[in-house]
């Protein structure tokens, strides 16, 4: 009789811990937002309200409601104070909160982007279809050199985590207007690929 005291005693004693432990397991599978977190502004990650420069965040949402093919009609719709004009040569050149493209830095994942003819870079060519987000700094910025003087627009590329992905699209509009676009993606071990028609 004193052994099955112990026992059920035992017992009873593990029961509270089995309930805390079933308690446990459940709150870890909480999930919590987290603030943005840019590199753009300062070149170290930082919650987007502890920067100390005027940053932007264009988030994929952003651009899915948009409905903006390139970063010239996005930048149009989504910034004031940025326009766009031609020249002569049919150059598309930038102004950015009255500096002109050359005083605005574009990079792709951190890296500068080369620009084309006077520096200007062909705004049109810089598709949407594999954009994760846009940062962009406002003019002043020191930690990029004289060229970003009107400031940094940095275009955050989707990370691929799919061994392989394929995406067509199509565009009708007005007057007869058709675009046929295809992305292909392909992740081997450490290597990824990206394949972009038009």
Do not use: C
């Not at 079933?22 to 840019?38: A, H, M, P, T």
């Not at 766009?84 to 050149?93: D, T």
């Not at 002043?140 to 003087?149: H, R, V």
């Amino acid at each position: 009789m004193k052994r099955n005291t112990i026992l059920l005693s035992a017992l009873l004693l593990t029961l509270p811990s089995v309930s805390w432990a079933d308690e446990l397991n459940d709150s870890i599978y909480k999930s919590y937002e987290l603030d943005q977190v840019v590199v753009t502004g300062t070149r170290t990650p930082k919650l987007l309200a502890n920067t100390p420069v005027l940053t932007k965040i264009i988030t994929s949402d952003d651009i899915a409601k948009s409905d903006a093919t390139n970063l010239r009609d996005l930048l149009q719709q989504v910034m004031p104070g940025v326009e766009f004009s031609y020249a002569m040569n049919q150059q598309v050149h930038m102004n950015f909160s009255g500096f002109g493209g050359q005083s605005v830095l574009i990079l792709v994942d951190g890296e500068r982007l080369a620009g084309e003819t006077m520096d200007d870079v062909d705004f049109t060519r810089l598709l949407m279809d594999n954009v994760d987000h846009i940062e962009i700094v406002g003019a002043a910025s020191a930690l990029y050199g004289s060229n970003a003087a009107g400031g940094v627009i940095n275009i955050i590329t989707k990370k691929n985590i799919h061994p392989f992905s394929l995406n067509l699209n199509m565009r009708l509009g007005k007057h007869n207007e058709q675009r046929y676009g295809l992305n292909a993606q392909l992740k081997q071990g450490k290597w990824s690929n990206l394949l972009t028609i038009n």
